[in-house]
């Protein structure tokens, strides 16, 4: 049912003749595969250490009316855990028999979508599972960031491509690095290889750390060409990178690698130097500026992305003009734009010359607009170029029956055509644009 859902929504937004540019950014979300929250489940309250034995029906469809009300600014996982503790004390059970191996605890809960315990006290997480590839350096500052991520972070399990995700929410405090062990992953992609996936994506809280708490000398270059060697897998993608991993070594290897897709997601939140040191980031915007120039050096048209949030505490308009600037100069594949909210217990929460929720607003509808236009002259680079696609699944786009799938840049492309082509590479011909963020395959 949902999935009807999600395609007849696509499909009516898809056939609006004059979208606003609300409509183009919720069009881009749900074609990307992105999808609004259509329930709550007593297990997600669980997952967050809630009893849901005490919790009644009538509870559960407070708490799924409150977090629709609240899903336009909030987080799905933050949103409901503050709702449903805070707001409504939903009552919580502690995790039996389990202490803190850091400060022996036992205000412990156990997260089953992250696969993850979590100490009350020390804010310490870990594994029942081996999945997460890294946590988060001890020694570094609490975490300030606000808002990023992607609306609808989870697993994507298809023929073709499994991409882990590894969490819902960036905690606030960083626990010790921890990276699966290089044989398990390895092991796992095999796995895949075996089972007919096509691509994987490596993904981890902070991906750019895998291997640092390793006694050999392995690190996530490393681990990316031991994948590329598996039979069987043709493409690998990458999750989130720190522009400083972007060396000129780093990036002449991954482009010797024929496996590897050329989509580059490098966060950057702001194009202002005065806002990311507010924000409490380790990288100018000369600096991340370089990763952009180096991938663009070893790669042919690269789809490079980002996060870019707007109204942070204390972001004048010139600041704000400054990003927009650096943003047109950079002229990115994607942009996800995320207007500032206050978490509890960060320090922006209570920083001074806190923005106008309508200020907010103005500039995000500006870099919305933006990134629209970015991405429709990306994309219309690969017309009249042939290109491999990965096929995955049959869409209704107008009235006409397409099989969709992406190039290694993770450009969209439709093919009008009776087979099936699901789980297939296929090159051919980019004909035109069938929609603004749609090329036409022949």
């Not at 409901?80 to 809960?109: H, Q, W, Y």
């Not at 405090?173 to 691509?199: P, T, Y």
């Not at 217990?345 to 209570?350: F, H, L, S």
């Amino acid at each position: 049912m949902v999935r009807e859902l999600y395609q007849r929504l696509r499909e009516y937004f898809n056939n609006l003749p004059e979208p606003t540019e609300e409509e183009r950014q919720f069009i881009r979300e749900l074609n990307a595969g992105y999808f609004p929250i259509t329930s709550v489940h007593r297990d997600d309250l669980e997952g967050q250490g809630f009893d849901v034995e005490k919790i009644s029906d009538d509870d559960m469809q407070n708490l799924a009316e409150k977090m629709a009300d609240d899903y336009c600014e909030q987080l799905f996982w933050p949103s409901m855990e503050i709702i449903a503790g805070e707001i409504l004390s939903f009552p919580k059970v502690k995790t039996k028999d389990i202490i803190c191996p850091k400060c022996n605890s036992e205000n412990i809960r156990y997260d089953i979508h992250e696969s993850r315990f979590h100490c009350g006290e020390c804010s310490l997480a870990w594994d029942d599972k081996l999945y997460a590839l890294v946590e988060f350096p001890e020694e570094s500052a609490p975490f300030e960031e606000e808002g990023t991520g992607y609306p609808a972070w989870g697993c994507l399990h298809s023929s073709h491509r499994i991409e882990h995700s590894l969490s819902q929410s960036i905690p606030y405090a960083r626990g010790r690095v921890r990276s699966r062990r290089f044989e398990n992953v390895i092991a796992e992609v095999e796995r895949l290889a075996a089972n007919g996936f096509k691509e994987v994506v490596l993904t981890g809280i902070h991906l750019s750390s895998y291997g640092v708490d390793f006694e050999e000398a392995v690190g996530l270059l490393e681990l990316i060409q031991a994948v590329n060697a598996v039979k069987g897998i043709e493409r690998i993608r990458l999750g989130s990178l720190e522009p400083k991993i972007v060396t000129e070594h780093f990036a002449s290897e991954l482009s010797k690698l024929d496996k590897i897709c050329p989509h580059f997601h490098l966060s950057l939140q702001s194009g202002c130097d005065a806002t990311l040191k507010r924000m409490n980031r380790k990288y100018t915007t000369k600096e991340y500026e370089r990763g952009c120039e180096l991938l663009r050096k070893y790669f042919v048209h690269p789809a490079i992305t980002t996060d870019v949030i707007v109204g942070f505490p204390g972001e004048t308009e010139e600041e704000f003009e400054q990003t927009k600037a650096y943003l047109e100069h950079i002229h990115f594949y994607e942009m996800h734009i995320f207007k500032y909210s206050k978490r509890k217990g960060t320090r922006a929460a209570v920083m001074p010359d806190q923005i106008d929720e309508q200020i907010k607003a103005a500039r995000s509808e500006k870099l919305i607009a933006l990134g629209h236009d970015m991405s429709k002259e990306f994309r219309k680079f690969y017309i009249g170029k042939n290109e491999e696609v990965l096929f995955e699944e049959k869409a209704v786009i107008g009235d006409k029956e397409y099989f969709v799938g992406y190039t290694k840049e993770y450009v969209k492309v439709a093919k009008e055509t009776d087979e099936n082509l699901e789980n297939q590479i296929v090159s051919g011909r980019i004909s035109g644009m069938l929609t603004d963020e749609i090329l036409l395959f022949e």
